[in-house]
């Protein structure tokens, strides 16, 4: 039988490719994206992991899993790259009122932000080679854990399997992350309809 970690890779593959093919990150990869739109995916990232950070806070806080909190939300970073692309808006985070109050819907979105460090590595690449020196130098968000990634993705992944979860909790948290990366992949692709039109 699959475990839980397995369980959650083949059910989100579908929603990695498709997120993966929103105009934002499909531009990030080839180097087709200028610096209005790279702000715009990092204000995107930004109001989206405040308003899970608080989430998670409210409902991992007494979890072995709260310590992953800054980790996936890397709030900091975000910060620091909205600034040095000129943003100095101040974000307050809202109730994500779709996301049930309960451990095992916050770990199914806990597990797509930071999951999504494990791509960033691949990420740091393009954006190295990206013409526009404003998005080489805000790269923060993928950056941040370096080497560190690994040990805290095994960190996660060992917390996760040695969670004791009946069946229908574990597919709470695979329905979660499902919707976790739509949501997303929504927002990106709102972000783009509200500028563009
Ligand atoms: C163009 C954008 C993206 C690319 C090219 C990409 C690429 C990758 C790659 C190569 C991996 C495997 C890394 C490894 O095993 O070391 C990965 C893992 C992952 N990515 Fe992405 N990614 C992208 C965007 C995202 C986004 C936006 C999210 C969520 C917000 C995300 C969530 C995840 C998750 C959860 C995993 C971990 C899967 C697992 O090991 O269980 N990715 N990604």
Not at 30 to 55: A, E, H, K, P
Not at 71 to 90: F, P, S, Y
Not at 137 to 156: N, Q, S, Y
């Amino acid at each position: 039988m699959d475990s839980l970690i397995e369980k959650l890779r083949i059910s989100s593959r579908d929603v990695h490719q498709q997120i993966e093919q929103t105009i934002l990150l499909k531009g990030l990869v080839t180097g087709n994206i200028d610096v209005t739109q790279y702000r715009m995916l990092i204000q995107t990232m930004y109001t989206m992991c405040s308003d899970f950070y608080q989430y998670f806070q409210h409902n991992l806080h007494q979890t072995p899993f709260a310590q992953f909190i800054p980790h996936a939300c890397r709030l900091n970073e975000l910060r620091e790259d909205l600034l040095l692309l000129g943003q100095t808006d101040i974000y307050t985070p809202k109730p994500l009122v779709n996301f049930k109050h309960q451990p095992e819907t916050a770990l199914g979105a806990m597990y797509v932000l930071l999951g999504a460090a494990n791509g960033a590595q691949y990420l740091t690449h393009a954006i190295d080679k990206n013409h526009h020196e404003e998005i080489r130098e805000a790269r923060h968000f993928f950056t941040k854990h370096g080497d560190a990634r690994l040990v805290i993705w095994a960190d996660f992944v060992e917390k996760l399997s040695n969670n004791v979860l009946s069946d229908e909790q574990q597919s709470n948290i695979v329905a979660s992350a499902i919707k976790t990366f739509c949501f997303i992949t929504n927002k990106l692709k709102d972000a783009i309809e509200v500028h563009y039109g």
